[in-house]
Each structure stands twice: as structure tokens, then as C-alpha cells.
């Protein structure tokens, strides 16, 4: 247990709809990191949070939009859903700088 | 962007036998970390190794920041250590955001 909650653990919605998903991070750690995993493009880094404020940014589709709150807790919002957003959907967290530590994911199914 | 490449893509063991698994990376690191994908999908992080050498019962790793690679070791190989490993490097001139290479996919047979 690397002690990085997600959830739900699995999602199936209908394409053009709206989800959510959260995360909440490892006790002490102030940073939050989303990754997206897909069959064709693998592993990919989306955004990071550092207490509360965005810190990166990578392959984010503006229809995607993320938050962290005052208690460190994120959620990572996804509109307009598309049949190709079908994907896994890690959070991670560390202590600035050092190892990231991987929730067990959201499995999400556009139909 | 900085590019990360493992080989082999695929590697087929018998139970018991030790494999090396490679990760070549183009530009300085902050952070390298391997990880295990066990076919639930769950990550588990093997090593956080942005340099020198880390052991952990039958696996071991080193990484040789100024050559650019990293080696993960794993002797005595179980079932259990079937999956996907995946090498994940944080650019020098970045926040620890990670790039993943495309793994290595393992499968022991007993």
C-alpha cells in the first residue's frame, strides 16, 4: 500500500459527459501529480500541484482541468469525454523532489 | 523533450533464472525511479535511483547519471515477478514530473 488513496477504482460513462476523480495524497506529501496510461501512447505525465498552486503542466487536453485543495486532496476533472479518453488514470505524491509514490488508479470506460 | 528507452521490449524467463533490464535516457536527471506494474495495473515502486547502486532482496539497481543509464537486476526470478517494468526519469530543468519509458514486459514461466 503506497499509501496514496484514488477514487473510484473504476468509471464507465457515455461519451460528451463529465467525470471526476480524486486523489488524496500520502500524509506529509505537499506535492500531486496525475499520469494518464493508454494503450497507444503509454504513461504520460498530465499536470502537477504543489500546496494548492499548479506547478506543471504536460500533455493536458484542455478539456481536462485539475485542483488541489487546502487539505491536499486532488481531483482531476475530464468533460466533453471522448471514446479515446478511455484510460487508466494514476495520482501520485512526494515530498518535493524526491520519490513519487503511484495510487492504485482509476480505470475509466467511455462508451 | 528528454527520451527514455528500454530494452528489451519483451523478455521471456524460466523460473529461477536473472535478467538485467536497461534504461538509456538522453539528458541529466533529477529523479529515477523503477517500477513494477503487476497485472492488476497497480505501480509499485521498485527504486527511487537518480544515481548509484540500491539493493532490495533478489532485485538490485544502478544507475550511471553521467552515462545516462540505469539497470534494473533481478536474480532468481518467480512467477510472481511477471509484468510490465517501467523506468521513469525527471528532467534536470524540471518540477519531478516523469517520463516514463514504454516498459519492459516480463513473464516468468514456472
Known amino acids: 500500500d503506497s499509501g496514496v488513496t484514488q477514487t473510484p477504482k473504476h468509471l464507465i460513462t457515455a461519451t460528451g459527459q463529465r467525470v471526476t476523480l480524486r486523489c488524496s495524497p500520502r500524509?506529509?506529501?505537499?506535492?500531486v501529480y496525475w499520469y494518464q496510461q493508454s494503450l497507444d501512447q503509454g504513461l504520460q505525465f498530465l499536470i502537477q500541484?504543489?500546496?494548492?498552486?499548479?506547478?506543471a503542466k504536460g500533455n493536458i487536453l484542455e478539456r481536462f482541468s485539475a485542483q488541489q485543495f487546502p487539505d491536499l486532496h486532488s481531483e482531476l476533472n475530464l468533460s466533453s469525454l471522448e471514446l479515446g479518453d478511455s484510460a487508466l488514470y494514476f495520482c501520485?505524491?512526494?515530498?518535493?523532489?524526491?520519490?513519487?509514490?503511484f495510487g492504485p488508479g482509476t480505470r475509466l470506460t467511455v462508451l | 523533450g528528454i527520451q527514455v528507452e528500454q530494452s528489451p521490449p519483451d523478455l521471456i524467463l524460466q523460473e529461477g533464472a536473472n535478467s538485467t533490464l536497461r534504461c538509456n535516457f538522453s539528458?541529466?536527471?533529477?529523479?529515477l525511479q523503477w517500477f513494477h506494474q503487476n497485472p492488476w495495473g497497480q505501480l509499485i515502486n521498485l527504486f527511487y535511483?537518480?544515481?548509484g547502486t540500491k539493493q532490495n532482496g533478489r532485485l538490485s539497481a544502478t544507475t550511471v547519471a553521467t552515462e545516462r543509464y540505469s539497470l534494473l537486476y533481478i536474480s532468481s526470478s518467480q512467477t510472481t515477478d511477471s509484468g510490465v517494468y517501467f523506468c521513469?526519469?525527471?528532467?534536470?530543468?524540471?518540477?519531478?514530473?516523469?517520463?516514463f519509458g514504454a516498459g519492459t514486459r516480463l513473464t516468468v514461466k514456472p
Open positions: 501520485a505524491s512526494s515530498v518535493q523532489g524526491e520519490a513519487q509514490f
Open positions: 500524509s506529509g506529501d505537499l506535492s
Open positions: 500541484y504543489y500546496n494548492g498552486e499548479e506547478r
Open positions: 539528458d541529466s536527471v533529477n529523479n
Open positions: 535511483i537518480p544515481s
Open positions: 521513469a526519469v525527471a528532467p534536470r530543468v524540471s518540477d519531478n514530473d516523469m517520463r
